[in-house]
């Protein structure tokens, strides 16, 4: 399997290969933090499957050894590594990939960080498009 995906803007583009170890929405602090959202879907690959095609990525150590790479013209956030937690892998943003639905999630990570709201987020009404507009 051969995926590509890039940054909101398009000055970053990467490819990966491979399946990936596991996929998995993770609701630590550090992700909502990081990504501003209630949690972060994650693709885990070997780092030696992930290739930069296109563009410079910007990399903050966020906490410890826990490093996240993001385009710094627009931002938006694309691989995590630790090397003392996991090392030889990259974690990539999976709804960065130019298919994201080619990844679903397989699981929920790091629910004892969860913000509380989430739990039957379910239940809330749903709308195709943004309500009372057109």
């Not at 994650?42 to 296109?54: C, I």
């Not at 039957?120 to 009404?125: S, T």
């Amino acid at each position: 399997m051969s995926l590509s995906g890039g940054c909101h803007c398009g000055a970053v583009r990467y490819t990966v290969v491979g399946e990936p170890q596991h996929v998995a929405l993770c609701h630590c602090n550090d992700c909502r933090k990081s990504a501003g959202a209630p949690m972060v879907s994650w693709a885990a690959f070997a780092e030696t499957k992930l290739t930069v095609d296109q563009g410079e990525i910007a990399t903050h150590n966020s906490s410890g050894a826990a490093m996240r790479s993001f385009c710094p013209r627009c931002g938006t956030g694309l691989f995590y590594r630790n090397a003392e937690m996991l090392p030889g892998i990259v974690d990539i943003q999976s709804v960065t990939l130019d298919d994201p639905d080619s990844l679903p999630p397989q699981a929920h990570i790091q629910v004892a960080e969860r913000i509380g709201w989430m739990e039957g987020q379910e239940h809330l009404p749903t709308f195709a498009r943004f309500p009372g507009v057109g």
